[in-house]
């Protein structure tokens, strides 16, 4: 993606959640940030003892190029046509990103996962593992002529050598490890929020979804320093869910001829059917069917203590509720806040501040403090 293109979404997604929060002037009850969200990877003693890469059934094709930005290139292409690759002498440094991908999927990807669970295990080690660039994006800032698309932000080093990237090379990095496991993965290019941006399309059992790893690695403002929160409000989407974000729409550039075509999204996936978070011993649903659910979920994270507990991600579908109103969760909110000691940001119904970021399809990210 053309560099100015990609930064400009990172300066599009600050101030859409600062405004939507008001974050940069809220006060925060606490010093440090309340604990992120675990990412659904499996343990260390889970992992296969001899890990079976599906890729390893392909016949060869070389890596070529005469540039270490070329030969990612030509990593990602040889990859999604199916081969596996082969190393001259010269690509020992894209040799060195293939090897730590096949690492992190022999780590975390056992033999008999299904689509979906490998899918959801690559999702969350990409995005609980990677941070988004704001240096990148600062030396834009000051000079745009002096960021280059070699940068290892913008491809797979970004993801696999410095753990540091934007959202190209995410959208690449996603691309490959799903390649690698025979996954069908495609990288759309586009905009959201009316910045340029880049998510990827993915096949499961005969359907495809939109998933954006970068979104889901949430960007918040609190008292001047930025973190990042895993959760799940863009993974595996119908176009049409992705397309109603609360912050803006996901739009795929008609112009960009690399853009894959008749890969359209029907369906957003049940994602949060059957997940549960465990609090003192005890297992929570996820999927928030009613209000009393939800205030027994806010009522047993608040006394469970901040180091147990303190970013909760649920999926509300109440009926009667509409996802699509701002106020839609108020008097949820506002009779289970009084069962938390605090909570990172105040309700302030008045003032639009809430303690919760909205994605589509009802999912939220719940900023609590104990």
């Known amino acids: 993606m053309r560099r100015k293109s990609i930064l400009s979404i990172l300066a599009a997604m600050t101030v859409i959640l600062c405004c939507a929060l008001s974050a940069c002037d809220l006060p925060f009850f606490g010093s440090d940030p309340a604990p992120l969200p675990e990412p659904h990877l499996i343990s260390e003693g889970e992992a296969e003892k001899e890990p079976v890469r599906k890729i390893d059934e392909r016949e060869e094709r070389a ?35 293939y090897e730590v991908a096949i690492s992190i999927l022999d780590r975390y990807i056992k033999n008999d996962f299904t689509t979906y669970e490998t899918v959801h295990a690559i999702h969350d080690y990409i995005a609980y593992n990677t941070v988004y660039d704001e240096e990148l994006y600062s030396k834009f800032l000051a000079d745009p002529k002096s960021v280059s698309s070699s940068h290892d932000s913008f491809n797979l080093a970004g993801v696999f050598k410095e753990k540091l990237a934007v959202c190209d090379g995410i959208s690449k990095a996603f691309n490959l490890l799903c390649g690698i496991e025979g996954v069908r993965s495609v990288r759309i290019e586009g905009e959201y929020a009316g910045g340029a941006h880049a998510w990827n399309k993915v096949e499961i059992d005969g359907k495809w979804y939109n998933v954006d790893v970068t979104l889901d690695s949430a960007r918040i403002d609190v008292n001047g320093s930025m973190g990042q929160y895993l959760h799940h409000g863009f993974f595996l989407l119908s176009d049409d869910d992705i397309n109603s974000s609360p912050y803006g729409a996901h739009r795929a550039d008609p112009s960009y001829i690399a853009n894959p075509v008749n890969f359209d999204a029907y369906e957003t996936y049940p994602v949060y059917e059957g997940l549960e978070t465990e609090i003192d011993g005890k297992s929570y649903s996820i999927l928030i069917t009613s209000s009393s659910e939800f205030k027994e979920l806010f009522k047993a994270a608040a006394k469970a203590g901040r180091k147990k507990i303190g970013k909760l991600e649920a999926r509300i579908d109440i009926a009667g509720t ?33 303690p919760f970021v909205r994605y589509p399809n009802g999912v939220v990210l719940i900023l609590l403090y104990m």
Do not use: C, T
């Open 322 to 354: 509409d996802l699509g109103k701002v106020e839609a969760f108020d008097s949820l909110f506002r009779s289970a806040v009084k069962e938390a000691k605090s909570i990172d940001f105040m309700l302030d119904e008045d003032r639009g501040i809430r």
């Open 63 to 97: 890596v070529v190029g005469n540039s270490f930005y070329e030969r990612q290139l030509s990593l990602a292409e040889v990859v999604a046509d199916g081969f596996r690759p082969s190393f001259s002498e010269d690509g020992g440094d894209v040799k060195e990103l």
